[in-house]
């Protein structure tokens, strides 16, 4: 019973409408219900069928009373054709039901599917950055693919165990209005069975966790290493990476093929136990029971009919409990994914910055045991360039992360002129926010659509003009489709600099204010550099936007109106070229050190 529960909440947490399961019951409730009244209606014409001469109800008794009297009140004579298109009618009626529930079920289970992978995606893009930083993608991937369709296979299975259980508990009761003592031998029975099964039952639990996990190790596996192979054979890997894959494929196999011993194991023991009790009844139902040869027939009949039905529940039960691991990591990923929401709190629409944006004792931590930014106060002004320089590792990018709200302060508050960032609407803040990250993401489609991803509605001549601006539009006009050449799955098919230069183009073409560059240069020759540098130059005195550019490079941010110097996580220094080279600091030294 607590499984039951703990399935049924399993499901209900993960998507599956609550009407579901009552309908899918009911279809499986009327099947039974016909075939049953069906099966019931042989009593009579057994009966009939022996004593074809008498056809008063008055003679007859029992169950084949019943049957006739019921007959006979809807005002159909008793004879052996009536009864028989009876019978006949009921079964084509159960078909109906059951063709309906056979339709019916494999459309839940691909809407429940269907719905389970867009509320994860939906969830896993609205999580938090550092959620999404920590999950390895072959986990998520996996989870998304072959745990939701398991999880799918779950929540059908357990629907069929649900019509089956009902199925045969329709069948005991007309056999126990038949010989309640019979019924409770068969009961005795089933129960014996289950208690020999439970071992199994226990086995195939574990055993399906175990299987959830070599699936999500293996996708693991693969989606890091088919990323690594350049590295893989600059490290003659090869064959140490084949034989890890070995060992993950190999413990997959090891849990697959245990899954289907137990499963065959309780097919086999299933099957036996319930001849054996045909035979007992059989041998006892004259002897001991004192039936009619009419109602040791129909008995055999409907005990034949239950014998596959209890065959599959079982088969079925354990396939549902063979699928819990996977239902468990769907249920919990979508849970984890939930609780990692990013926080998008704040109302206030940003129309972009007059005064400034202040740090004000701003601290942001990783990993418990360590800050990587520790009290930071600093002011940047708008209309400005302000260059963030520092050792590698001293939390540059993750400063700027703060901006857009990508990360969130642990200590301290960021004020976007009076206002607290978390109070200002996200959407409308990442929109003035034009963000070049350090490793640009590409997404493989078109130059076209890459520049223009997230700037809809933007003209062709636009699209140039932030090419042109970035340096990208020279060697995309030499493809031979031109703007309409797709990039490569994350920009395989485009140099370092080439895929710097078209993220560049994509932050320029943005109605942005504010401007970040993490290391925009990092990839570019000297000429493409000063080049974007003179861009960068433009957009701050033609269109007055706010420009915060990370740089490795310090010999070329000399022109910038402010030059932050963050060193272990702390501010260092903060001023312009001219007031930094006046006094020894990390600023002076390494432009000193690069002369
Ligand atoms: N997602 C992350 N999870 C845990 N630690 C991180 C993460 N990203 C960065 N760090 C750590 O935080 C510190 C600051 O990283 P950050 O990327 O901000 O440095 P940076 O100044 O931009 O360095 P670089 O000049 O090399 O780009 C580093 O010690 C880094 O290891
Ligand atoms: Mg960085």
Not at 112 to 130: C, N, P, Q, V
Not at 355 to 383: A, G, M, Q
Not at 401 to 423: A, Q, T, V, W, Y
């Amino acid at each position: 019973m607590e499984t039951i529960t703990k399935f049924y909440r399993s499901f209900k947490a993960i998507g599956l409408p609550s009407k579901t399961i009552p309908i899918v019951l009911l279809l499986y409730c009327f099947g039974t219900l016909f075939e049953s009244v069906g099966i019931g209606m042989l009593l009579p014409i057994f009966e009939i069928i022996n004593a074809p001469n008498d056809q008063n109800i008055a003679n007859y008794s029992g169950l084949s009373k019943t049957i006739m009297d019921a007959v006979a009140t809807i005002g159909i004579s008793i004879n052996l054709q009536n009864l028989l298109a009876i019978s006949f009618s009921l079964f084509l009626l159960r078909q109906i039901f059951i063709y309906t529930r056979l339709v019916y079920l494999p459309k839940t289970k691909g809407n429940f599917i269907k719905r389970i992978r867009d509320r994860a995606f939906s969830r896993y893009l609205k999580a938090d950055t550092t959620y999404q930083d920590s999950t390895p993608l072959g986990k998520i991937i996996n989870d998304l693919t072959t745990e939701v369709d398991r999880a799918g296979n779950a929540a059908i299975k357990y629907m069929v165990v649900g019509g089956q259980i009902l199925n045969a508990s329709i069948y005991i009761i007309i056999l126990t209005f038949m010989s309640a003592k019979i019924t409770l031998s068969v009961l005795l029975i089933i129960c014996f069975s289950t208690i020999i099964l439970r071992k199994l039952f226990k086995k195939v639990r574990s055993t399906s966790f175990l299987i959830s996990g070599a699936n999500r190790n293996l996708s693991t596996f693969l989606a890091e290493k088919i990323k690594s192979t350049r590295l893989i054979r600059l490290c003659s890997n090869e064959n140490l990476e084949t034989v890890k894959i070995e060992n993950q494929t190999g413990t997959q196999r090891d849990n697959i093929v245990n899954m289907q011993i137990f499963l065959a194991r309780t097919s086999v023991i299933i099957e036996p136990i319930f001849v054996l009790s045909v035979f007992v009844l059989l041998f006892t139902s004259k002897k001991f029971f004192g039936l009619s040869t009419g109602e040791t027939g129909l008995f055999i009949i409907i005990l034949l009919r239950i014998i596959p039905i209890i065959k599959e529940l079982v088969e079925n039960s354990q396939s549902v409990i063979a699928l819990y691991g996977s239902l468990n990591v769907v249920e919990t990923r979508l849970e984890e994914m939930n609780q990692a929401k990013e926080r998008r709190d704040g109302g206030k629409i940003f129309h972009g910055i007059r005064k400034s944006i202040e740090f004000k004792n701003v601290s942001f931590t990783y990993d418990k045991n360590r800050r990587t930014l520790k009290k930071i106060n600093v002011k940047i002004l708008p209309k400005q360039i302000t260059a963030v320089v520092g050792p590698t590792g001293s939390g540059k990018s993750t400063f700027v992360d703060l901006l857009p709200r990508l990360r969130e302060p642990d200590e301290g508050k960021i004020l976007f002129d009076d206002n607290i960032l978390s109070s200002l609407d996200i959407t409308t803040l990442r929109k003035k926010i034009a963000y070049a990250p350090q490793n640009p993401q590409i997404i493989n489609t078109t130059f076209l659509e890459y520049i223009a991803y997230g700037n809809k509605d933007k003209s062709m001549s636009s699209i140039e003009r932030s090419a042109r601006l970035s340096g990208a539009h020279e060697f995309i006009s030499k493809k031979p489709k031109g703007y309409k050449t797709f990039v490569g799955e994350d920009g395989g098919n485009l140099s370092g600099g080439q895929r710097q230069k078209i993220d560049l183009a994509r932050v320029l073409l943005r109605d942005a204010s504010i401007l970040i560059f993490d290391e925009p240069t990092s990839h570019l020759d000297l000429k493409s550099r000063e080049s974007f540098l003179k861009t960068l130059r433009k957009l701050k005195t033609k269109i007055s936007k706010t420009i915060i550019i990370i740089a490795h490079d310090i010999q070329k941010i000399s022109f910038v109106d402010k030059i932050i110097v963050i060193k272990n996580g702390k501010i260092a220094k903060i001023g312009s070229h001219k007031k930094l080279i006046q006094s020894k600091n990390w600023y002076s030294e390494t432009l000193k050190q690069n002369k």
